[in-house]
């Protein structure tokens, strides 16, 4: 119990230091690190602190990111008693009010004049009743609803690096494109991503989308950072001002091309690390067109040596007409 309490104290002020908040899922960070057990997740740990820097929320979440499937399961008992107590409630309320207004109904037939309006009464009132069963019946759906589209969400979430999954970000792109009317998004990709996974292996590939979701998502925020089909990430960009995009996205660049990066089991150096991206806007384009343009620029900027932004121009010039 003393060691136990122990580490809790150190965990408060670990989180304290690094300027974190409280929350189980920072206090479980701390304490699964200051516990020291899990040799592999210390190292990576140490690594991000390494020099003093402090840990970011977005830093804890890319390093342990957690089961999404386990946390969503543990949490569809909960939705499933919310389904069940909604169904219950909603038929309750409709059999309720067909067995009354059954029974209204067979009174009216042989009740005394005096006594019709009273039944009417009743039945306008059983009504109103049933109606405001059924608003909140609805406002549980909707409640529901939010949960499951939650739910949904962290089933999606890419395990590596915590980031909303490929299904997630086009279901993204497509809300932003059909609410705005016009966007632009950032294809981004590791320069030097699949020789070092071909010399160096898949853990090294993760350590690499690791750094580099770290980055982005450090440089590029409030923009929308997630996953993506044939590069690893896409950076969602609802804004019309392109420039501070562009610029936000050449900052990344910059602070993955200045970082350090090591081999964690022999400590060498495993060299200059950079990012590329292509960036593209909609001008009515679908979210698939769009996505294409993108690695075409994404694949222009490699060409071109990489550790660089390409865009598209903002104006598409038209030839005139030759006569």
Same mark, same amino acid.
């Given at each position: 119990?003393?060691?136990?309490?122990?580490?809790?104290?150190?965990?408060?002020?670990?989180?304290? =230091?690094?300027?974190?908040?409280?929350?189980?899922?920072?206090?479980?960070?701390?304490?699964?690190?200051?516990?020291?057990?899990?040799?592999?997740?210390?190292?990576?740990?140490?690594? /991000?602190? /390494?020099?003093?820097?402090?840990?970011?929320?977005?830093?804890?979440?890319?390093?342990?990111?957690?089961?999404?499937?386990?946390?969503?399961?543990?949490?569809?008992?909960?939705?499933?008693?919310?389904?069940?107590?909604?169904?219950?409630?909603?038929?309750?309320?409709?059999?309720?009010?067909?067995?009354?207004?059954?029974?209204?109904?067979?009174?009216?037939?042989?009740?005394?004049?005096?006594?019709?309006?009273?039944?009417?009464?009743?039945?306008?009132?059983?009504?109103?009743?049933?109606?405001?069963?059924?608003?909140?019946?609805?406002?549980?759906?909707?409640?529901?609803?939010?949960?499951?589209?939650?739910?949904?969400?962290?089933?999606?979430?890419?395990?590596?690096?915590?980031?909303?999954?490929?299904?997630?970000?086009?279901?993204?792109?497509?809300?932003?494109?059909?609410?705005?009317?016009?966007?632009?998004?950032?294809?981004?990709?590791?320069?030097?991503?699949?020789?070092?996974?071909?010399?160096?292996?898949?853990?090294?590939?993760?350590?690499?989308?690791?750094?580099?979701?770290?980055?982005?998502?450090?440089?590029?925020?409030?923009?929308?950072?997630?996953?993506?089909?044939?590069?690893?990430?896409?950076?969602?960009?609802?804004?019309?001002?392109?420039?501070?995009?562009?610029?936000?996205?050449?900052?990344?660049?910059?602070?993955?091309?200045?970082?350090?990066?090591?081999?964690?089991?022999? =400590? /060498?150096?495993?060299?200059?690390?950079?990012?590329?991206?292509?960036?593209?806007?909609?001008?009515?384009?679908?979210?698939?067109?769009?996505?294409?343009?993108?690695?075409?620029?994404?694949?222009?900027?490699?060409?071109?040596?990489?550790?660089?932004?390409?865009? /598209?121009?903002?104006?598409?010039?038209?030839?005139?007409?030759?006569?």
């Amino acid at each position: 119990m003393v060691k136990q309490g122990g580490i809790g104290i150190r965990a408060i002020r670990f989180l304290d =230091d690094h300027g974190l908040d409280h929350t189980p899922d920072h206090y479980a960070f701390a304490h699964r690190y200051l516990a020291g057990q899990d040799r592999p997740f210390a190292a990576a740990v140490n690594h /991000e602190i /390494e020099g003093g820097v402090r840990l970011r929320a977005d830093s804890v979440r890319a390093l342990m990111p957690g089961d999404p499937a386990a946390a969503t399961a543990a949490n569809f008992g909960e939705l499933a008693t919310q389904l069940l107590g909604l169904l219950t409630n909603t038929a309750s309320a409709t059999g309720d009010l067909n067995r009354d207004l059954v029974k209204t109904a067979a009174a009216l037939v042989s009740a005394e004049p005096p006594r019709v309006r009273n039944l009417v009464v009743f039945m306008i009132e059983r009504t109103a009743e049933t109606e405001a069963s059924l608003s909140a019946a609805l406002r549980q759906a909707q409640a529901l609803r939010d949960t499951l589209n939650g739910a949904r969400d962290d089933i999606g979430r890419d395990p590596v690096t915590g980031l909303p999954g490929v299904d997630s970000m086009t279901r993204r792109l497509e809300a932003s494109i059909a609410d705005a009317g016009n966007c632009a998004i950032a294809i981004v990709d590791i320069d030097q991503r699949a020789q070092l996974t071909l010399e160096h292996g898949a853990e090294m590939e993760q350590r690499l989308l690791k750094a580099a979701s770290l980055t982005l998502c450090a440089a590029c925020s409030p923009y929308q950072v997630g996953r993506w089909g044939d590069a690893p990430f896409l950076v969602l960009v609802d804004d019309p001002d392109i420039a501070t995009a562009i610029a936000r996205l050449e900052a990344a660049c910059a602070d993955m091309a200045s970082r350090n990066l090591k081999r964690r089991e022999t =400590d /060498e150096p495993i060299g200059r690390i950079t990012l590329s991206a292509g960036v593209a806007t909609t001008r009515g384009r679908d979210a698939g067109q769009v996505a294409a343009a993108a690695m075409r620029l994404l694949a222009e900027a490699k060409r071109a040596g990489g550790n660089r932004v390409v865009a /598209e121009p903002r104006l598409i010039a038209v030839s005139p007409n030759r006569a």
